[in-house]
């Protein structure tokens, strides 16, 4: 199995509908992310969190929110999507060395969005 | 964080060397060096980073130049399963959400 699990894999759906994308993993580790890819382009962040009850905004949150259920578990909504929300979605989790190189991100296969 | 710039493109001849360049001109005493790969549209996959000295593990080498201005990504004995587009960051040490992901270099191994 996948140390980090995203679901679902593919969706498609209509404008303002209420999308949720969930994420687990085995890795044992505190932090999690969410990160956008658009055609051609990076990696965006979305939202970090450092543990369950730590969760921060980054690059481009706006429409987006996140729930962090459990260490394990960080999920992704979209209350109300867009069709330019329509992207590759990726989770993310990482460990964290104080004073040292930023931890190794492992990264899940991805949801790919359609917002019609 | 320092500005990261790679060509768009590359392409390398399958089991020879592959190698990647990142200009760094901008980066700063604190700031590492990271590699990453992303095989058509997995997610992402570390390769290896350094601060300084020249690393190397099973999957590539990192040269990175004496000024700290550039580096290189050498992948020994490319295979077309090498073929990716490769992320070169510079970010200083701490939290992984300051990695920032750009283009990145589309390489193609070929047979």
């Known amino acids: 199995d996948a140390d980090v699990t995203q679901t679902p894999r593919n969706r498609i759906t209509k404008t303002g509908k209420r999308i949720m994308l969930e994420c687990s993993q085995t890795k044992g580790h505190d932090r999690m992310y969410w990160y956008r890819q658009d055609p051609g382009l990076g990696l965006r962040l979305i939202y970090y969190s450092f543990d369950v009850k730590d969760i921060n905004k980054g690059e481009i949150s706006d429409g987006y929110s996140v729930s962090r259920q459990a260490q394990a578990k960080f999920s992704l909504s979209l209350e109300s999507a867009i069709p330019n929300q329509t992207a590759l979605y990726f989770c993310?989790?990482?460990?964290?060395?104080?004073?040292?190189?930023?931890?190794?991100?492992?990264f899940g296969e991805g949801s790919r969005l359609t917002v019609l | 964080d320092a500005k990261t710039t790679q060509p768009p493109s590359m392409d390398c001849a399958e089991g020879r060397a592959a190698n990647l360049p990142c200009n760094h001109s901008?980066?700063?005493?604190?700031?590492?060096v990271y590699w990453y790969r992303q095989i058509h549209s997995q997610g992402p996959q570390y390769i290896i980073h350094g601060l300084k000295n020249n690393e190397t593990n099973e999957m590539a080498s990192l040269i990175i130049t004496e000024d700290r201005k550039s580096s290189t990504l050498i992948l020994p004995h490319a295979t077309l399963r090498d073929t990716a587009v490769y992320y070169c960051i510079a970010s200083p040490q701490g939290g992984s959400e300051k990695l920032v992901f750009g283009k990145g270099t589309k390489l193609t191994v070929n047979p």
């Open positions: 901008t980066i700063s005493g604190n700031e590492y």
């Open positions: 993310a989790t990482s460990d964290y060395r104080p004073g040292g190189a930023a931890g190794e991100l492992f």
